[in-house]
């Protein structure tokens, strides 16, 4: 998995992405991790079993941008290293305007 884009008018958005670490090959910190950018921001790596503690456990990463090109993506990139897996459970795109603090 490489991303996803999405078609949304111009304009400020809440995104909320979803982990939760459901590999049962992936028991130890640093099994899985994955760099996230969102409209070309970059977001800390995400080490799910790390953050979360275990398998099942929910992760929420929350970035605020502003889309100028009809086009919100969300680019996974694993790199050369092995451990790099990309994967996401869930995606929340919310206008600025109707996102709760």
Same mark, same amino acid.
């Given at each position: 998995? =490489?991303?996803? !884009?999405?078609?949304?008018? @111009? !304009? *400020?958005? +809440? ?6 670490? /459901?590999?049962?090959?992936? #028991?130890?910190?640093? *099994? *899985? #991790? /994955?760099?996230? %950018? ?8 995400? $080490? ?5 503690? !275990? #398998?099942? %456990?929910?992760?929420?990463?929350? +970035?605020?941008?502003?889309?100028? $090109? !009809? ?6 990139? $694993?790199?050369? @290293? &092995? @451990? *790099?897996?990309?994967?996401? =459970?869930?995606?929340?795109?919310? &206008? ?6």
């Amino acid at each position: 998995m =490489n991303g996803y !884009g999405f078609a949304v008018p @111009n !304009g *400020r958005y +809440v995104v909320k992405m979803y982990f939760a670490e /459901s590999f049962t090959g992936a #028991l130890a910190p640093k *099994r *899985r #991790l /994955s760099y996230v %950018r969102v409209d070309g921001v970059a977001l800390p790596d995400p $080490d799910i079993f790390a953050e979360t503690g !275990g #398998l099942y %456990r929910p992760l929420v990463r929350t +970035v605020a941008t502003t889309v100028t $090109d !009809g086009k919100l993506e969300i680019l996974f990139e $694993d790199g050369a @290293n &092995p @451990n *790099r897996h990309a994967m996401i =459970n869930g995606i929340e795109i919310i &206008p600025a305007a109707l996102a709760q603090p």
